[in-house]
């Protein structure tokens, strides 16, 4: 089992589908975990709750803002400070707001810290693994959350490059990358009214009343990281809908040619 015995930080780890990754990874053997998170009222409650069901010396929290280098590094620190090692990076954190756009392009893509500086000197084994977190927005269109989409279509760009095989053989970092499609948190929960403006708003309304994506747990979408971590191939994309897990395989440029 890869999970048993490592380190990991999860991103945006302290409420919503963050928050039972790092459970979940606890529950498979994980040593401990490092929550990175903005949020420090929730990141206090999270603390308390893996300390009470897993024990205080398994978990930390950094306040993160993961756009912010000096900051992501800080996490990184504290992690091998605490624990000794790093070998697993969950890149979950992620909002969904339209009218800040500026901010959800920043915030997607945080790997570089772990490949080039952290993995190398502190994996405890022969290899690190990155997971992640695009969504079924990272294959399809959605007219209301144009710039969400983008990131996650970015997401899935970002993780084929640094999962290449020539990447691999000198990164021993393994990528994997899960496309949850919609699951009850407080993102799902806030989003409508966070629109990018009153045209937005609108076609927002009529989107919602014919929306028919299956909501799923929180639960069913940590289950989905532990498979791919202890069973996806490097590059592999995982999506998890409707509580169902089944791997993706890309079409090349010319399978998609019109015939
Ligand atoms: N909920 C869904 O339906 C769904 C579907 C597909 C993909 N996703 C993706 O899953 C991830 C988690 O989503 P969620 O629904 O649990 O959201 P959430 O809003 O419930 O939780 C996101 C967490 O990220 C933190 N965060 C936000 N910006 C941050 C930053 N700059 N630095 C550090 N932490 C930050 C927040 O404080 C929060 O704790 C996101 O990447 C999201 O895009 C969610």
């Not at 300390?51 to 992690?79: C, H, M, P």
């Not at 144009?146 to 993780?159: L, M």
């Not at 989107?207 to 747990?217: G, I, K, L, S």
């Not at 994309?237 to 040619?257: A, N, Q």
Request: hydrophobic content about 40%; aromatic content about 8%.
């Amino acid at each position: 089992m890869f999970i048993t015995g490592k380190v990991a930080i999860v991103t945006g780890g302290v409420s919503g589908i963050g928050f039972d990754y790092a459970t979940e990874l606890l529950k498979n053997g994980l040593k401990a975990v490092t929550l990175a998170d903005t949020d420090d009222a929730k990141g206090e409650e999270a603390v308390a709750k893996i300390s009470n069901d897993f024990g205080g010396d398994k978990v930390l929290f950094v306040k993160t803002d993961v756009t912010i280098k000096e900051q992501f590094d800080n996490a990184f620190k504290q992690t091998v400070d605490k624990f000794g090692n790093i070998d697993i990076l969950v890149n979950n954190a992620g909002i969904l707001m339209e009218s800040i756009w500026e901010k959800m392009m920043a915030i997607n893509v945080g790997c570089f810290l772990a490949m080039e500086e952290y993995f190398p000197k502190y994996k405890s084994g022969d290899e690190a693994v990155i997971v992640n977190i695009s969504s079924i927005a990272g294959f399809e269109a959605a007219s209301v959350v144009p710039v969400y989409v983008a990131t996650k279509h970015a997401v899935v760009g970002f993780s084929r490059s640094i999962s290449t095989p020539d990447q691999y053989e000198s990164s021993r970092t393994r990528i994997v990358t899960i496309c949850p499609g919609a699951t009850d948190t407080p993102m799902m929960q806030e989003w409508v009214r966070k629109a990018l403006n009153d045209r937005y708003r609108e076609l927002t309304k009529t989107f919602v009343e014919v929306m028919t994506y299956p909501m799923q747990t929180t639960g069913a979408v940590a289950k989905a990281l532990v498979k791919a971590i202890e069973e996806g191939g490097n590059g592999s994309m995982w999506c998890v809908e409707d509580s169902e897990i089944f791997e993706l395989v890309l079409p090349s440029r010319l399978d998609m040619r019109k015939k």
